[in-house]
């Protein structure tokens, strides 16, 4: 028996709970894994408080993110004892996820544990940490460099967002931080920002065109925030989107695209194929100090995730939750 937060729904209710269940009730896979800690996600919690039509199968464990230990494998890439991370893949959302003891999973979706990183540390980078530094790959492939000026970080004190902002800042940039969060200005600054911006400076409609400011943008939260960032860029910079905690709108103009040559690169991390996630997890590793990894965790136990799934959908969270699925 193990212990995981399974989603049920029928036509009179939905339930998130915390439930016993036998590993026979895992689901087809060739990789089964014990798995040591999960987090929250923005998905997640969509999925946990049942505020957005992200599960697709009932009943459902949720949890597209984890990392752990392999107990059996028939795949050939996997054995016994291989420590491993899972992010995406439709897990927590058409296959049982990862906040659960167990999982059982396809081995063509897990990567390996890099070299010097904990599963506690994996999962405080999580698949927002991870996102975050595809975007920031997708940058220095589309040749901004620290050179060619400022880079903009939108969501900052988010999962995305925070992790974007040390990995920029180690990287050499200057980076500018955008939040909602004016308190958690001198947190950013530690973290590698060289300035704080509020996000109302983003978030309400703008012109089509602006005063360029941005090399490179990183961008979580869409909607306006997104056109600004556009409308503010550079000639030839680059803005990677990811996310759209401000909506999924798009109410911009193609004035920055034709007039200045920004290029606008959408970043997924659910898909994304093996060669791209290993070199993010491997620089990842690289680039993020422990120490760095630490201040963006809050631990917290299998149930509280739960509990604390409201405050992701709030922005009540700064940095990432780390599940500890044992606890």
């Given at each position: 028996m193990f212990k995981a937060i399974t989603l049920t729904k029928d036509p009179d209710a939905f339930a998130a709970r915390v439930a016993?269940?036998?590993?026979?009730?895992?689901?087809e896979g060739d990789v089964t894994v014990r798995v040591a800690y999960s987090t929250v996600n923005y998905k997640d919690a969509?999925?946990?408080?049942?505020?957005?039509?992200?599960?697709?199968?009932?009943?459902?464990?949720?949890?597209?993110?984890?990392?752990?230990?392999?107990?059996?494998?028939s795949h050939p890439l996997w054995r016994v004892g291989d420590e491993v991370i899972l992010n995406g893949w439709g897990v927590g959302e058409t296959h049982w996820g990862c906040l659960s003891q167990r999982a059982r999973l396809s081995g063509d979706w897990l990567v390996r544990l890099p070299a010097g990183m904990g599963a506690r540390q994996a999962m405080a980078i999580g698949t927002a940490g991870y996102t975050a530094m595809l975007c920031a790959l997708a940058l220095a492939k589309q040749g901004v460099t620290r050179e060619l000026g400022d880079v903009l970080v939108t969501g900052a004190t988010g999962g995305v967002g925070s992790i974007a902002v040390a990995i920029l800042a180690k990287w050499g940039f200057r980076v500018v931080a955008s939040t909602g969060k004016a308190a958690e200005a001198d947190w950013l600054k530690a973290?590698?920002?060289?300035?704080?911006?509020?996000?109302?400076t983003l978030s309400p409609p703008g012109k089509p065109l602006q005063k360029e400011r941005w090399a490179g943008v990183i961008d979580s939260v869409g909607s306006h925030t997104l056109a600004n960032a556009c409308a503010q860029s550079k000639y030839r910079g680059v803005v990677a989107a990811c996310g759209l905690a401000q909506g999924m709108d798009f109410p911009g103009s193609v004035a920055p695209f034709i007039l200045r040559g920004v290029r606008l690169i959408g970043v997924d991390s659910v898909m994304a194929p093996r060669t791209?996630?290993?070199?993010?997890?491997?620089?990842?590793?690289?680039?993020?100090?422990p120490a760095v990894v630490d201040s963006i965790a809050t631990p917290i136990g299998l149930a509280e995730a739960i509990a604390r799934a409201p405050d992701v959908l709030a922005a009540r969270i700064r940095g990432r939750l780390v599940v500890d699925v044992n606890a």
């Amino acid at each position: 028996m193990f212990k995981a937060i399974t989603l049920t729904k029928d036509p009179d209710a939905f339930a998130a709970r915390v439930a016993q269940l036998d590993e026979s009730q895992l689901p087809e896979g060739d990789v089964t894994v014990r798995v040591a800690y999960s987090t929250v996600n923005y998905k997640d919690a969509l999925a946990i408080t049942n505020a957005s039509p992200v599960v697709r199968r009932w009943p459902m464990v949720a949890g597209i993110d984890g990392a752990g230990v392999v107990e059996v494998s028939s795949h050939p890439l996997w054995r016994v004892g291989d420590e491993v991370i899972l992010n995406g893949w439709g897990v927590g959302e058409t296959h049982w996820g990862c906040l659960s003891q167990r999982a059982r999973l396809s081995g063509d979706w897990l990567v390996r544990l890099p070299a010097g990183m904990g599963a506690r540390q994996a999962m405080a980078i999580g698949t927002a940490g991870y996102t975050a530094m595809l975007c920031a790959l997708a940058l220095a492939k589309q040749g901004v460099t620290r050179e060619l000026g400022d880079v903009l970080v939108t969501g900052a004190t988010g999962g995305v967002g925070s992790i974007a902002v040390a990995i920029l800042a180690k990287w050499g940039f200057r980076v500018v931080a955008s939040t909602g969060k004016a308190a958690e200005a001198d947190w950013l600054k530690a973290l590698g920002a060289a300035e704080v911006i509020g996000r109302e400076t983003l978030s309400p409609p703008g012109k089509p065109l602006q005063k360029e400011r941005w090399a490179g943008v990183i961008d979580s939260v869409g909607s306006h925030t997104l056109a600004n960032a556009c409308a503010q860029s550079k000639y030839r910079g680059v803005v990677a989107a990811c996310g759209l905690a401000q909506g999924m709108d798009f109410p911009g103009s193609v004035a920055p695209f034709i007039l200045r040559g920004v290029r606008l690169i959408g970043v997924d991390s659910v898909m994304a194929p093996r060669t791209d996630r290993e070199e993010a997890w491997a620089r990842l590793a690289a680039d993020l100090a422990p120490a760095v990894v630490d201040s963006i965790a809050t631990p917290i136990g299998l149930a509280e995730a739960i509990a604390r799934a409201p405050d992701v959908l709030a922005a009540r969270i700064r940095g990432r939750l780390v599940v500890d699925v044992n606890a």
